[in-house]
């Protein structure tokens, strides 16, 4: 079971900027679409950003052109870079992992990490 552990979340000003990452127990983006969602109290959990593992990128609409997502896949992390923060970006960010295919340690299959809050306010 892949296990995916988030951190960098926090209160932040409007206009501001945070950076998400996101850690794996293991050497899975060579084999995975690894990605950000997020849920805001009362609404779908929706897509933030998604990174394939041939580096083909797509973002929501409401974050597109604000935030970005990468890799160091040496590390075994993905990154999300958020700047220009509005309050309506606040939510719970959960990363999430599609194995597509076999490693030597994982099984495919689709990982959530816990989650880490996000707060955009004065």
């Known amino acids: 079971q892949v296990h995916l552990v988030e951190s960098g979340g926090g209160l932040v000003q409007p206009g501001g900027s945070l950076r998400l990452s996101c850690a794996a127990s293991?050497?899975?983006?060579?084999?995975?679409?690894t990605g950000w969602f997020r849920q805001a109290p009362g609404k779908q959990r929706e897509l933030v950003a998604r990174?394939?593992?041939?580096?083909?990128?797509n973002y929501g609409e409401s974050v597109l052109g604000r935030f970005t997502i990468s890799r160091d896949s040496a590390k075994n992390i993905v990154y999300l870079q958020m700047n220009s923060l509005k309050p309506e970006d606040t939510a719970i960010y959960y990363c999430?992992?599609?194995?597509?295919?076999?490693?030597?340690?994982?099984?495919?299959?689709?990982?959530w990490g816990q989650g880490t809050q996000v707060t955009v306010s004065l």
């Open positions: 999430n992992a599609v194995l597509l295919s076999a490693t030597p340690d994982f099984e495919p299959g689709e990982f």
């Open positions: 293991g050497n899975i983006f060579s084999s995975s679409v």
């Open positions: 990174i394939t593992n041939h580096d083909y990128t």
